[in-house]
């Protein structure tokens, strides 16, 4: 079947610093995308999403962007604090089954 | 207003054994959703529901059954343990799609099948 995936297993950023965490998709019916944030022991916490009408969205210190013509999601996570490192698992939604199916997660470390 | 709740929060079993899980939401939401999730791995969905007394299978249905009796309550049941079911058993829940698809998650339930 197809699946959501991740480019980067790890990401290592310095505090202050910009972050961007890529996900591929190959699910063409999908038309919602969202990113989630899960910390250790923990159940994942809503970020941001976006409809495959947009190709940005931008949130407090996030942004998302899409693009559908190479099935890529991205995060980007601006002056990047010690309290975002977790692990960052994007997901779309097929517009048919109404069900999320989720990458394998990146984990966001954030050095002081 | 509590959101989503899972009970219990750990659990040990042994091959074989039977057990439920309960999920509860408080947020008057339609559609009710079970994932595991193991260690390295994103989110797979289980089975689901869009409605009191509808379910549907998911992604990786085999070994567990679920119920929606009660649109506030999604159980999870789990007949003859087996130790590849060892897992984070996580609960979602959402307003009704199209229009409101984020889905929100409980904590979790951690169990160890022996």
């Known amino acids: 079947g197809e699946s959501v995936g991740l480019h980067l297993p790890t990401l290592s950023v310095q505090e202050g610093d910009n972050s961007i965490i890529n996900c591929a998709y190959s699910?063409?019916?999908?038309?919602?995308f969202i990113w989630y944030k899960q910390e250790s022991g923990k159940g994942p916490q809503f970020i941001i999403d976006i409809r495959s009408n947009m190709d940005k969205r931008q949130g407090q210190r996030v942004t998302v962007l899409l693009n559908k013509t190479v099935k890529h999601l991205s995060l980007q996570i601006a002056a990047t604090q010690p309290g975002d490192s977790a692990v960052y698992f994007c997901a779309d939604m097929d517009r048919g089954r109404r069900a999320l199916t989720f990458g394998s997660g990146t984990r966001l470390q954030v050095q002081p | 207003n509590a959101g989503v709740t899972q009970t219990p929060k750990f659990r040990v079993l042994k091959t074989g054994q039977s057990m439920t899980l309960l999920c509860a939401q408080d947020m008057n939401h339609e559609y009710m959703y079970w994932y595991r999730q193991d260690p390295g791995m994103g989110l797979r969905l289980i089975h689901y529901s869009v409605g009191e007394g509808t379910t549907a299978k998911g992604e990786v249905p085999d070994g567990y059954n679920v119920s929606r009796l009660k649109k506030q309550n999604f159980l999870l049941g789990l007949e003859s343990a087996a130790p590849s079911q060892t897992s984070v058993y996580f609960c979602?829940?959402?307003?009704?799609?199209?229009?409101?698809?984020?889905?929100?998650f409980g904590p979790g339930t951690r169990l160890l099948v022996l």
């Open positions: 979602a829940s959402t307003p009704r799609p199209p229009r409101q698809e984020t889905q929100y």
């Open positions: 699910n063409s019916a999908s038309d919602y």
